[in-house]
């Protein structure tokens, strides 16, 4: 089996999820190899350090395995089913954390869509040419600031609107509007690459 | 809260933005299965499976791999061995799987829980590996104490397995049957209730088809009774009052006469009926006369009798006909003229009476 990471994939081999759920291995290995190094990015992002990051996607992985069946083509792919999970338990985690009084970072100020909005894509994800990359770093550079920062409040620190408001001491209502365009906007501009 | 409210929820439900409550609430209603919601959701979570795609790829640790699937081999090899975890979905797991599973010790890192498995002592293999050339054969790893303390461990596992396995079959055999049998019972109690509510129908049916006409008809028959007693009831009125009336002449003249105040005045003939006679009894406290009258001339059609009392002027006093034999009796029971009275007279009256004689006298007295 090959250890080494790969890049992060925009997609998954949709035969990959009902092979695993036949107790295939083979294809177990394959879904790692094709989703982990998207996982980790999320993960490490939430969680901010790599061993951190590497627990939780160890438990993703045999959660994957164990409840393998709970996967409903139906509701979406692979891909936003695996990120959907990694991000809940992520979030999971870091509530956690910020119970237990440990600090957590805030790495908002600094974060990867900054860099990408810098229009410096790494080399793993130049020598990637992942389309995918290209388009989701373009659709986040072009959302307003505000749109795409309160979108990753929620997201990458699994705060609420309200939560986000009182933090960014704006209106309520100011804040749902911002993620609610933002979000359409995403939509639009990412739609192909699920249609 | 409305479907629309929803709605405008469901891209900060994908991002995680809700707070406890809405995220409830949006729960709830897609639970209750609104496709609308269910498809937008799944564009919005697509929005969102694409957005770590944004991140700088940060690679994971080389290891990670290989301690995932150690886990993994881990959590599959205690149930081919027979673990007694009940976890259904792992612990019972299809053919494959527990086949390939001796097989991965080359693949596998040190360490690993399928490599611990053949440490045990060696039984009675163990003598014929020692006792094996410098050079073994490719097969001799298979007589190694570790290989038969492996395979006594597969063996013993598949044994337990297909203990469990049976075990399982047999308990959900009893389950179906228990169910089954509870089943066929209900469906017996079913059709008994079935049959009864039947009959109870029938019963209900012919109890209208047979009581009800005869009751009719006996409702019937009492009107028709009763209708028939209303008429007897009648005609003994009717015969009640003709012997009334019959009767009380008599009664009262018999009355009159046990009076001490009661007078007796005798009636003769006129030249017109000259054979006629009667007598009057007269009481005088009470206001009544009683007239008897004998031999009294036929009565022409649609005349009458008219009994006067003449005090100045002549009153009538009722008028009568004759009874057979030419006899007449007539009770005069309030004369309008109570005091005074001097004379009687009969004459004869069309019928009905005058206020005045009109006719023939036939009878008449003095006091």
């Known amino acids: 089996m090959d250890l080494s990471p790969k890049p992060a994939a925009s997609g998954l081999d949709p035969d990959l999820l009902p092979r695993v759920a036949r107790g295939d291995r083979g294809a177990f290995g394959q879904l790692y190899e094709q989703s982990s190094t998207l996982l980790f990015s999320l993960a490490f992002r939430i969680l901010g350090d790599r061993d951190s990051a590497a627990d939780l996607l160890q438990d993703v992985y045999l959660e994957v395995w164990r409840k393998r069946v709970s996967y409903d083509a139906a509701r979406g792919s692979p891909m936003a089913w695996l990120v959907t999970m990694t991000r809940s338990r992520a979030i999971d985690r870091l509530r956690s954390r910020t119970a237990k009084g440990h600090g957590v970072t805030d790495p908002i100020d600094h974060s990867p869509a900054v860099q990408l909005a810098d229009g410096k894509p790494s080399p793993l994800e130049a020598s990637a040419g992942n389309e995918t990359r290209s388009l989701v770093g373009k659709a986040l550079t072009e959302l307003p600031e505000a749109q795409r920062k309160a979108i990753e409040l929620a997201f990458y620190q699994g705060l609420s609107h309200s939560e986000i408001a009182a933090k960014l001491n704006e209106p309520l209502g100011t804040v749902k509007t911002r993620i609610k365009l933002g979000m359409d906007k995403l939509r639009t501009v990412l739609r192909p690459c699920w249609e | 809260m409305a479907h629309e409210e929803f709605e405008q929820n469901l891209a900060l439900y994908a991002v995680g933005a809700l707070d406890p409550l809405e995220r409830q609430a949006l729960e709830t209603h897609l639970t209750e299965g609104c496709q609308m919601c269910w498809s937008a959701l799944k564009d919005y979570r697509e929005t969102t499976g694409l957005l770590p795609n944004g991140l700088p790829i940060t690679a994971p640790p080389p290891g990670l791999k290989g301690r995932i699937e150690t886990a993994v081999l881990a959590q599959v090899l205690p149930q081919s061995a027979g673990a007694t975890d009940s976890d259904a979905t792992l612990r019972t797991p299809d053919g494959d799987v527990t086949i390939r599973t001796p097989a991965p010790p080359v693949a596998v890192p040190a360490g690993d829980a399928t490599i611990r498995l053949p440490s045990q002592p060696a039984t009675r293999t163990a003598p014929q590996a020692k006792a094996a050339p410098v050079q073994p054969p490719w097969w001799a790893w298979t007589t190694t104490p570790a290989f038969a303390a492996a395979s006594a461990a597969l063996v013993l596992g598949i044994g337990a397995y297909a203990f469990l396995l049976n075990s399982k079959v047999a308990l959900e055999t009893a389950q179906r049957q228990q169910t089954e049998a509870a089943l066929q019972q209900q469906t017996v109690q079913a059709a008994t209730l079935r049959q009864e509510l039947a009959q109870s129908q029938q019963d209900l049916v012919e109890f209208k088809q047979r009581t009800l006409p005869a009751l009719q008809d006996a409702v019937a028959q009492r009107e028709m009774d009763i209708e028939r007693m209303r008429i007897q009831l009648a005609q003994k ?37 000259k054979s006629a006679g009667g007598l009057v009894l007269y009481d005088a406290e009470r206001g009544k006369a009683f007239l008897y009258a004998f031999n009294m001339p036929a009565l022409p059609r649609g005349k009458v009798y008219q009994l006067w009392t003449i005090t100045t002027k002549p009153v009538s006093a009722g008028t009568f006909s004759a009874d057979t034999g030419r006899k007449c009796r007539h009770l005069a029971r309030s004369l309008q003229a109570k005091s005074g009275i001097t004379k009687f007279a009969v004459s004869v009256e069309p019928e009905g009476g005058k206020p005045q004689p009109t006719g023939a006298i036939y009878l008449h007295g003095s006091l």
């Open chain 2, 237 to 273: 009125e009717q015969e009640l009052v003709g012997l009334y009336k019959t009767a009380s002449p008599k009664d009262e003249m018999l009355a009159m006469l046990q009076s001490a105040n009661v007078r007796v005045l005798s009636l003769a003939g006129t030249d017109a009926a």
